[in-house]
């Protein structure tokens, strides 16, 4: 038999060799000892040297290729990849690869062809957004998994050290134990539809914010202001503040000038406004008229103003591509549906039709019953819902508030669910739940949505 030698061996290691096939005794060779090794117990004595390349050797699955999955630990900067086969066995040990051209083409060779390889990763950040395409593009088949998922699976081992290497090959190994359903690239129009809805979020996010900061500043300069201009995120409330931010700042100041300030284009403040403003000004409690309230609060109503229109045409953007996506024009057919709304589920959802059931998709947003029972304790307080789209029942749940009041065939079911004693919240969320069976229904048979009223049983003759 060949002879390796341990300068050999590292040299081999040093330039990759070694990371997609474990070099091992054969089972069945001599050992030190003149015993020959049982078959599966390829164990060598440190002395020995005889070596061979041990893979998968014949096992082939029933359609005549090795089945590969390939586990991928996501980084910012560098990812880690493992294979396993069908029977768990290392095919390639984890190998780190850059985001960038080379690192992915380094991942390629390492996977192999892409017939019969599962590539799983997690969905972790946006970090693994260019890698998943990059595979779709190679045709591979690719599982994005929740982390939560692998982190539960890797608690069933009790692993106790936790490292990129050591993730990558967990997250294979879940891949070949559970099999998961590989991912699909969405269309153009749906993505484009996900990236414009989350930013008109963040937008909405960023205009309550300077909203937060603006009513602490308007309460320290000038308290009694919200008594006569109701909503500060209104255009009246930023006009008259982006010129007179504190009540020092009306001192002086004459009635009709501040009546005919024009607010929205149309529209002027009005001489009772500014009276009432302007006396309230005068006995206003407000101590804090420095220069920097004065600006701040000027700053967080410019802000205001920039932020309000973007979100104006950030809405106009979405009604537009609305018009060219199938599901989204058909899921405004359901009354109460909006397209902002509509735009919020194709974001979040895709295409529901991809839920194989109304359960599968309600179990996804997490507007499901929870059951918890161990003897004869039943744990009844603690979150309701756990897991799920928290993003998508946040949005869902106030639109499910407007609904159940203004849509017939959800007051109806909401009315039920009362008579019978249901709670408010259950109930709502119970209607939330009959919400996305209709957008499964619509988006599966792709006709616009007909509600069916169930005939309500006739009032007994006294």
Same mark, same amino acid.
């Given at each position: ?9 590292? *040299?081999?290691?040093?330039? /990759? ?64 990849? *493992?294979? +396993? ?12 690869? /850059? ?29 693994? !957004? ?23 699976? *890797?608690?069933?081992?009790?692993? !106790? ?96 000038? +501040? ?34 309230? !004065? !600006? ?53 959802? /895709? ?8 359960? *599968? ?58 008579? %019978? ?21 619509? %988006? ?19």
């Amino acid at each position: 038999m060949r002879k390796v030698s341990r300068r050999g061996v590292a *040299a081999g290691r040093a330039k /990759g060799k070694s990371l997609c096939a474990r070099l091992a005794p054969s089972s069945g060779a001599q050992g030190s000892n003149g015993i020959q090794r049982r078959k599966g117990r390829p164990r060598m004595d440190k002395q020995e040297r005889e070596f061979r390349l041990r893979g998968t050797g014949n096992r082939v699955k029933e359609g005549g290729g090795m089945m590969r999955f390939a586990g991928i630990d996501i980084g910012a900067e560098r990812h880690m990849v *493992a294979v +396993l086969d069908e029977q768990g066995e290392v095919l390639c040990r984890s190998s780190p690869f /850059g985001e960038d051209a080379s690192g992915y083409a380094r991942l390629f060779e390492l996977l192999g062809p892409s017939a019969d390889c599962l590539v799983a990763l997690e969905a972790t950040g946006h970090y693994w !957004r260019n890698l998943f395409v990059a595979l779709i593009a190679k045709d591979y088949a690719v599982a994005v998994l929740n982390p939560l998922r692998t982190a539960r699976f *890797a608690e069933e081992e009790l692993r !106790r050290t936790k490292t990129d290497a050591i993730d990558a090959l967990g997250i294979a190994r879940f891949a070949q134990q559970k099999r998961p359903r590989a991912a699909q690239l969405p269309d153009s129009v749906t993505e484009e539809l996900r990236e414009l809805e989350r930013l008109r979020e963040r937008v909405v996010e960023d205009f309550a914010d300077r909203l937060r900061q603006l009513h602490r500043a308007v309460d320290l300069g000038f308290s009694e202001f919200t008594r006569y201009v109701r909503t500060l995120e209104s255009q009246l409330a930023a006009t008259i503040l982006s010129r007179y931010p504190t009540a020092a700042s009306f001192r002086g100041v004459s009635v009709k000038k +501040l009546a005919r300030i024009v607010y929205d284009g149309s529209h002027k403040i009005g001489e009772e406004l500014a009276r009432n403003l302007i006396e309230a000004a005068e006995k206003s409690v407000g101590a804090h008229h420095s220069e920097p309230y !004065r !600006r701040r609060i000027k700053y967080l109503c410019e802000d205001l103003d920039v932020l309000r229109r973007r979100l104006k045409d950030l809405a106009r953007d979405v009604e537009r591509k609305l018009d060219d996506h199938e599901v989204g024009k058909l899921l405004m057919t359901i009354e109460g549906l909006g397209p902002l709304t509509a735009a919020c589920l194709i974001a979040e959802l /895709g295409d529901p039709a991809r839920f194989d059931s109304p359960g *599968a998709i309600a179990s996804y947003v997490g507007v499901i019953p929870r059951i918890r029972q161990s003897g004869k304790k039943r744990f009844t307080k603690g979150p309701a819902i756990p897991l799920g789209n928290a993003r998508l029942r946040k949005s869902l749940f106030m639109v499910v508030l407007q609904m159940v009041r203004r849509n017939p065939w959800l007051r109806q079911y909401y009315e039920r669910l009362r008579a %019978a004693g249901k709670p408010g919240k259950v109930a709502i969320i119970a209607a939330m739940r009959k919400l996305l069976t209709a957008v499964w229904s619509v %988006a599966t048979h792709r006709r616009p949505f007909v509600p069916i009223m169930p005939q309500l049983p006739a009032p007994k003759n006294a």
